[in-house]
């Protein structure tokens, strides 16, 4: 037999095959396994603020012009409250993973 038969793609032993893998980063651990409902959560608030709340225009923020005849803010571009509650959800979003986050403790090897 020459060198370039007896070579093997399989190199090792069976006890390499049973060794402990290494966790993935804590990061990913925190992301993907941990926490993946909250990131889902912080994701979309954090899109759904500075998408639809943050308004780029101030013509369309609030003011005295934009409220109907009962004294109150109207629905609608001034007045739906859609920043308030997209800033809500983002803010109560971010905190709560970084509580999460603080507390974390990765798997280690």
């Given amino acids: 037999m020459t060198d370039a038969d007896s070579s093997s793609i399989f190199t090792g032993s069976i006890s390499d095959l049973r060794a402990k893998k290494a966790p993935p980063h804590p990061i990913v651990q925190f992301c993907l396994h941990a926490e993946p409902h909250w990131m889902f959560a912080f994701t979309f608030s954090h899109l759904l603020f500075w998408l639809v709340g943050f308004q780029w ?9 934009h409220f109907n005849s009962d004294g109150g803010i109207p629905s609608g571009p001034s007045g ?7 800033v809500m959800l ?3 979003a971010t905190v709560v993973i970084a509580a999460k986050a603080i507390v974390f403790q990765p798997q280690r090897l």
Avoid: E, W
């Fill in 90 to 92: 983002m803010v109560v």
């Fill in 57 to 65: 225009d101030p013509a369309r923020i609030y003011s005295d012009n």
């Fill in 80 to 86: 739906s409250g859609q920043f308030i509650v997209t």
